[in-house]
């Protein structure tokens, strides 16, 4: 193997962040060696699909939270074959998923052609599940399956009222919708974008509220208990204004964080309505955890709609696509096919 093509994020010093990644050819030198602190890279895999999440935005904008040192190859979703495997754990040619752990923020992600990463990341892909699929789910999928799974161990039911969810147009927004729709919840999804509404209906939700009028809920400490539960994708107020109107007993998870990292919320949801929080990580939780998560949207879990809102795009598009979800624009998911120019 000489060269290879791989997206490189350069560093930006704008004060607002922009995307200034391209297409260039790099070599061996970029990945992690055997031996390198990041982990031994182990695995060589040549990658044939990765996915669009708000991360790999921020990375290939040159946020430093994410990624420290530029330049850099984002792509926090990988799924290809084995080239080899320095562990003998994985036979050459074996299809395989990884997500989650340091890809695509410190070590090279699955916008290049090649990755390099330690055995203990690389999951083996279920045969039920294509490499389509896999990254249709992606992080942003696994993270809404994540969530949903913490709903249900918190005892929500379907006869028991309405879910709703935040940010419903972006990754993990529109597959929680799909997916609790699939499950028999009634879903209200919430959104930024007026002219989704139609696209969210279709997608599962039975009302759409827009982000305006769910936003002054936040200054309340407690309101009228419309919602079982909630899937919260955005973080900040958005959180506070799904607390004060959780039923008795009610539940929300939170995973992002695209409206603030900090909220300011009165007690009495909590200790008035018995109300749970319920944090979600999809890039830490051990390795059996994400082959039971990955085997379970192969199965029971299979969303035949998600080919339908996920778009698939080439090279040429990933730049924009990450801008517009950087800014908020995204809609459903992004497959990005390595093959397609
Ligand atoms: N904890 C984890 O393991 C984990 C895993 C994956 C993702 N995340 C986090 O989850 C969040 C969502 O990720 P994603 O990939 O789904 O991102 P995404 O595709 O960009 O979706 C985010 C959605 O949030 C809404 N939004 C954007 N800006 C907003 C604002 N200022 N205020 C309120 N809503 C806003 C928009 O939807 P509408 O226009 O429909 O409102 C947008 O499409 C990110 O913060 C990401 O880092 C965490």
Sequence with gaps: MNQWL????????????????????????CLPQIGHEKGEGEVLIKVCYSSVNYKDALSAA??????????????????????????????????????????????????????????????????????????????????????VEKLLKADI????????????????????????????????????????????????????????????????????????????TCGGDMIAAVLPQLQYGGALTTCGMVAGADFSASVFPFILRGVDLLGVDSVEIPQTDKLLLLKKVANEWQLPSLADFTKTIGRAELAEVLANVL??????????????D
């Excluded at 791989?6 to 030198?29: C, G, H, I």
């Excluded at 800014?327 to 397609?340: E, H, I, T, V």
């Design 6 to 29: 791989a997206f490189r994020a350069v560093e930006t010093n704008d004060e607002k962040p922009v995307v200034k990644s391209s297409w260039q050819l790099v070599d061996d030198s």
């Design 157 to 232: 039911k379907p006869s028991a009222g309405k879910v709703i969810v935040t940010g419903a147009t972006g990754g993990v927004g529109s597959v929680a919708v799909a997916l609790l729709a699939k499950l028999g919840f009634e879903v209200v999804a919430v959104t930024g974008k007026e002219s989704a509404k139609e696209w969210l209906l279709t997608l599962g939700a039975s009302e759409v509220l827009s982000r305006d009028e769910l936003l002054p809920m936040a200054k309340k400490p407690m309101t009228r208990p419309l919602y079982q539960a909630g899937v919260d």
């Design 327 to 340: 800014s908020g624009k995204g809609q459903g998911r992004y497959l990005l096919d390595l093959a397609q």
């Design 62 to 147: 040159g946020n430093r939270g994410v990624t420290r040192d530029y330049p850099h190859t984002p792509g926090i979703d990988a799924a290809g074959t084995v080239v080899s495997d320095a562990s003998g754990q994985f036979e050459e040619g074996a299809a395989v998923v990884v997500f989650g752990y340091d890809l695509g923020m410190n070590t090279c992600g699955g916008y290049g052609e090649y990755i390099r990463v330690p055995s203990a990341w690389v999951l083996a892909k279920p045969e039920e599940l294509s490499f389509e699929d896999s990254m249709r789910w992606g992080t942003a999928g696994f993270t809404a399956a994540l969530s």
